[in-house]
């Protein structure tokens, strides 16, 4: 019985070694991508399956989350061919390191910081500074997410940014923001457009002004260690094409 | 003072069937381990309910399944002295006995303090239960239940949780404290010798039924039943075949009895008391009748008797039949005349005819 | 580090178990006491939920009652102008509902291991049913259900999930310790994490060794 049992073990930890080494056969053909929260629906629903069907045989695998949480991650060596963050911050922050590719770094899209409420708000409000009127307001942690970098950069630059964070409840990601504001726990929420977009459940009231935030660039790169380069490149040469960026501002993004 | 019971109740594995009378007397419950006694309590107690029955103290229902009355425990004013005893761990001995008084603090501390004096338990007013011993804290569960005056008092196997060689001593003692009680007493027990000892009536009961109930003295001396007579101790019977008004065939034991009472028609086994046979000398063995001449099996010694297992010489193929049993103090066996055989008689009143 | 995590997450769990407490103790004590076998065993399941649960799905659940767009919710603010989401109150609610399991559990269970005779016996004794509960099951249970508050003050203490989902995470109002660790790791600030971590695993030390204390301590009246 004992013997069985060792003979079974070692049957399966061939197994299991043969295993990896005929994954890295496929990881030939495999690809993965790691973008922030807010790219998760356009990327999942439409622009990956179009993809896949130009090219059946390269798979993608998707990671989303907080630009800094993937940052983080791609520093401490996870296995990520692609990047996208939702600012230039982690991105550069990557490059110093010599973690990007060369010259693989694509300025791809633009996303506008927007004030939006619960589509059943009552409370009154036009203007992105009337987020002083709101009682509890959502913004994403400025210290690790993106969208609170702008958020608290906008209020800044509007003077009001003392005052809010006095009664703002700081989200771990911005999807947490949006739930918040959709489910009108929060009075209003600063979010990015694309955000705003993609439920029905909140409505925007105003775009940040003109020049009260610096640009939300969402850069593409290769991660250096990838082994995938090529394929690599040839996802990032799709997101730029015309059929892609038609996607891209259907579902609330600006393409340069 | 009186108490009706007459209940029923399904239990697991049996139904409970009991059905008794009392008038003021100390009466016992008596029965096999298992057979119910404890649940009768409880369900005169008010913590089970029977499925149906009565049950009716001094003239007060106290549950009826028909008029659908039930009192709650609380308003049965029924005294429990619980097998383990039940005080209560976290109160003193003072706190324990003076639980059931509704009265001022000064009335019942006074009340309390009698109590002490009388159960001899002075010196442990402010002991915990498990500071005293087992015949101390049997005293305070006693005097707990005793000191509100409920109108029965009922005692599960009083004695059973006691050293045996304090049993005797605590027994007398119980006894006597028992005499500042005024109502009913309701005992249950499985040793013959306490319910013979306390009670004046018996109910003997087998798997849940009341097979009997009645004088004690007389029920242990007459069981009149077959499972009356294995539970009150009668340790040799045998089944029987009733020859003529006045003589019966002792099938186990192969001999014919001459009896002096008439013999109903009914009786299907004879009983005979260990120590009620009389050593008989070989000359006066031939002319008396009902005597065995017998083969002894073994003997067994007691204490202070032997326990001699014998079965009629007459018999062969015994099939399993049990010995009989004759239990004899030792200096009567060690001084009786006739040592070659052994003769015994049974007399005419130590027959116990059984249905 | 600040402190108004340390302050905030104090007082929520200690509002916490006032309510857990007694909600606990009343709750077990009806269900011991009740009759019904099938009811027992429903009810059981109920109240036991929310320890099984994710705490994620505890503060969904709880977000479909107390959400201003959901039913309640939203007629608590129409009518009564109350808004629980987002306050400091919802943290509470999250630390109640989440460790109440553990109070239930531990109360019923050292309900249900005092000695029936001694329920009995007090019954025939004369007792009311309240004065029973009162001076033989709670004394008798007490370290069971002393023991029962000490967990459950503790892990409404370090709750997060539901916390997150209903009450936010507002910086001097409901921002406890838990959600100010969480935030701290996500904006790469190890060293204040840190220093909340530690104080965390002091208080969490301290409850456990009370609840060694409580139930190795002796009393005088048992052996």
Redesign the interface.
Known sequence: MKKTLCLLMIICLVFSLVGCSSNTAADESTITVAAAASLKNCLDDILIPMFQEKYPNIKIKTTYDSSGKLQTQIEEGADVDVFMSAAMKQMNALDEKGLIAEDSIVQLLENKIVLIVSTNNTKDLSKFEDVLKADTIAIGDPESVPAGQYAKEALTNLGIWEEISRKASLGTNVTEVLNWVAEGSADAGIVYSTDAASTEKVKVVAEAPEGSVSKVIYPVGIVKTSKNQDLAKKFIDFLQSDEAKEIFESFGFATN | MSLIVDIKKKMKGFSLEIAFKTDGEYIGILGASGSGKSMTL?CI???ETPDEGQIVLNGKVLFDSEKRINL???D?????L?Q?Y?L????TVEENIG??L?LSKEERKQKVDEMIRAFHLQGLENK????ISGGQQQRVALA??II?KPDLLMLDEPFSALDSHLKDQLQNEVLDLLKLYDGEVLMVSHSRDEIYRFCEKVVIIDKGKTVLYGDTKQIFKQPKLYTAAIITGCKNISRCEVLSPHSVYVVDWGIILETEKEIPQNIKYIGVHAHEFQMLDKALAKDEKNVIKCRINRIVEGVSEFTVHLENEKTENKNGIADILYKVNKDQWNNREEKESLYLRIPDDAILMLE | MQISPIIISMKTASAAIVLTFMLGIFVARWVVEMKSERAKMVLDGIFTLPLVLPPTVMGFLLLIVLGVNRPVGKFLLQFLGIKIVFSWTATVIAAVVISFPLMYRSARSAFEQV?P??I?????????DNRIFWT?TM??ALPGVAGGGILAFARGLGEFGATAMIAGNIANETRTLPLAIYSEVAAGNMQTASSYVIIVLLISFIVVALTNYFSMKE?????
């Open positions: 409880k107690a008010g913590v709650k425990p609380q049965r004013n029924i005294g429990f619980f383990n039940a209560f761990p976290h109160m639980i059931a509704k915990y239960p498990n500071q707990r239940c509100y | 000695d005779n001694l009995m016996a007090a019954k025939t004794l004369g007792l009311s033989i004394p008798l009393r005088k009246y048992l052996k």
